[in-house]
T-cell receptor
C-alpha cells in the first residue's frame, strides 16, 4: 500500500480535451512534486509545492496547470495537450523541500491522441 | 558537466555476481544523496540514502566521495529480483529539488 495515491492510473485524451490528474499523500509531508517521465529519458521535474506554495516551475508549458489546495492534495490540470506530452506523470511528496527522500505515487500513464 | 550523470549501462550480470554503478554530480554543496530503484513501468522507490561517507544495507553498499563528487552503489551476490533501473538522485538547484540521473539498467541473468 502506497502513502501517495494517484488517479487515474491510465488516461487517454484527445488534443482538445481537458482533464485533471489527482494526487493525494497520507504521509503528513509538506512538499509535493510533479514529475514527467518519457520513454528513455530521465525524470523531469515539473512543479514543486512547499506548504501549498509553488516554489518551482521548471519551464513547463502553460497547457499544464498545477493546483495545490492543501498539503495533502495536488492536481495537474491538462488542456490542449500534444502527442509528445504522452508520458508517465509521477507525483511525489517529501517531508520538506530538498535534502529529504521523496516518495512516489504509482503514476498516471497518459496518452494523447 | 551534467548535474547528475550515471554509468550508461545496461549491465547484464549472472546471478551471484558483484556489480557496481557510479554516479557523478556537479553541485559540490549537496549534502544528501539517494539511490532509487525503478522496476519496469513502476514508480521509483527509495533504495538507500547517503548522508555521510557511505551506507550499507545487506547486500547493498553506497559510498560517497565528496572530493571527487561521485557516489557508487555496490550490489553483492546479485539476485534475479535485483533486475531494475537504478537511479542516482542529488538535491540541486536553487530550490534544492531532487535531480534524477538517467538511470542504469541492470539485468541479472540465471
Amino acid at each position: 500500500e502506497t502513502g501517495v495515491t494517484q488517479t487515474p492510473r491510465h488516461l487517454v485524451m484527445g488534443m482538445t480535451n481537458k482533464k485533471s490528474l489527482k494526487c493525494e499523500q497520507h504521509l503528513g509531508h509538506n512538499a509535493m512534486y510533479w514529475y514527467k517521465q518519457s520513454a528513455k529519458k530521465p525524470l523531469e521535474l515539473m512543479f514543486v509545492y512547499n506548504f501549498k506554495e509553488q516554489t518551482e516551475n521548471n519551464s513547463v508549458p502553460s497547457r499544464f496547470s498545477p493546483e495545490c489546495p492543501n498539503s495533502s492534495h495536488l492536481f495537474l490540470h491538462l488542456h490542449t495537450l500534444q502527442p509528445e506530452d504522452s508520458a508517465l506523470y509521477l507525483c511525489a511528496s517529501s517531508e520538506g523541500q530538498g535534502h529529504t527522500e521523496a516518495f512516489f505515487g504509482q503514476g498516471t500513464r497518459l496518452t494523447v491522441v | 558537466r551534467k548535474e547528475v550523470e550515471q554509468d550508461p549501462g545496461p549491465f547484464n550480470v549472472p546471478e551471484g555476481a558483484t556489480v557496481a554503478f557510479n554516479c557523478t554530480y556537479s553541485n559540490s554543496a549537496s549534502q544528501s544523496f539517494f539511490w532509487y530503484r525503478q522496476d519496469c513501468r513502476k514508480e521509483p522507490k527509495l533504495l538507500m540514502s547517503v548522508y555521510s561517507s557511505g551506507n550499507e544495507d545487506g547486500r547493498f553498499t553506497a559510498q560517497l566521495n565528496r572530493a571527487s563528487q561521485y557516489i557508487s552503489l555496490l550490489i553483492r551476490d546479485s539476485k534475479l529480483s535485483d533486475s531494475a533501473t537504478y537511479l542516482c538522485v542529488v538535491p540541486s538547484g536553487s530550490a534544492r529539488q531532487l535531480t534524477f540521473g538517467s538511470g542504469t539498467q541492470l539485468t541479472v541473468l540465471p
